[in-house]
């Protein structure tokens, strides 16, 4: 098969994934459809066995195409060097992490933007999988009570962002007129789903249907989940700076939320993360942080104070062991 007689591309971007890594390109690999399908893989220099388990692949897939950057370079870019080595009209996304559960994903989904030419992207619900308790909760959009099939408009996405990272399937036609992943990677955008869909939003119809197709996994380390302080800050600034740069080329479309609840958001993410590395003095900074904005709970109050703070951390440690078994 030639490859510029695929249809779909299908996008992994890679980093340290050894772990899951064989399970993510399978459940791709065990799709029935109809189109002809690319899996297009580009790794961000990862250092661990990621590059070894993907060349097991070679030779047994002629489908199967990665791409190496030679220095770490981050995620907007490494999405970037996947796109520019796709083939297809269409584009779906996996998560290094996570699996495709439906084998008729792609069919659906292709299906749908075929016969709806003035859609540029669907989604469907998913499955999350806690990776240390291995417990499942099964189409979690459902579970929110998001069990309708509809349009989903720009300011939905906005304020409340539901697009599952591997759920994803959109036409390329309509990122590469629309989506400026230069200007992405200039201002060092910390994810690459986000500011994509939003994009695509603004210039054509998305849907969102109310089947589960993939399983997201969560409860281990990933650049969005990460227990370094110093990382998880870095990662918070870059947010801040990616909601200006929508607000600055946007402003008559996006609505963000204040400077008060952006600020929130940030802090409680690092209390979180402060919480998960028992540090203290970084959580009681954080838990002012918030007061200062007059925003309370069970965590920034017990981040006050020393005491406190280390009996509900080992409450909760023993209640994540307990619940383990």
């Not at 249907?209 to 650049?223: D, K, M, P």
């Not at 965590?299 to 909760?316: D, E, G, N, Q, V």
Request: net charge positive; charged share 20%.
């Amino acid at each position: 098969m030639k490859r510029c007689n695929y249809v779909v591309s299908v996008i992994v971007l890679t980093y340290q994934s050894e772990l899951y890594i064989h399970d993510t390109i399978y459940s791709i690999l065990n799709q029935q459809s109809s189109y002809p399908f690319e899996v297009v893989i580009s790794d961000d220099n990862s250092t661990d066995y990621t590059l070894e388990i993907l060349s097991s692949f070679i030779g047994k897939y002629s489908n199967i195409f990665i791409y190496k950057n030679n220095d770490r370079r981050g995620i907007i870019s490494n999405f970037k060097n996947a796109i520019n080595n796709c083939t297809g009209s269409y584009i779906c996304y996996c998560g290094h992490d996570d699996y495709w559960h439906n084998k008729k994903k792609m069919q659906i989904q292709v299906d749908f933007l075929m016969s709806n030419k003035d859609y540029g992207l669907v989604y469907t619900d998913f499955d999350i999988l806690n990776s240390k308790t291995n417990k499942i909760i099964k189409n979690y959009n459902t579970y929110l009570n998001n069990d309708i099939s509809r349009n989903i408009s720009t300011q939905e996405l906005i304020n409340n962002y539901n697009i599952c990272s591997c759920t994803p399937c959109f036409r390329k036609d309509v990122f590469d007129k629309f989506v400026p992943i230069n200007n992405f990677v200039e201002n060092d955008f910390p994810v690459e789903d986000w500011c994509t869909y939003l994009v695509i939003s603004i210039y054509s119809k998305i849907m969102y249907l109310a089947i589960s197709t993939a399983t997201f996994r969560v409860g281990h380390i990933s650049e969005s989940n990460s227990q370094d302080i110093a990382k998880t800050e870095d990662y918070m600034e870059k947010h801040e700076k990616m909601y200006k740069y929508f607000l600055d080329n946007f402003p008559l479309i996006f609505r963000f939320p204040g400077f008060k609840e952006q600020k929130i958001y940030k802090y409680k993410a690092l209390l979180s993360t402060s919480w998960h590395v028992c540090n203290f003095e970084k959580a009681k900074y954080y838990s002012i942080k918030l007061s200062q904005l007059d925003y309370y709970s069970l965590k920034t109050t017990l981040a006050r104070f020393p005491l406190s703070f280390y009996i509900f951390y080992l409450i909760k440690k023993i209640y994540s062991r307990l619940s383990m078994l």
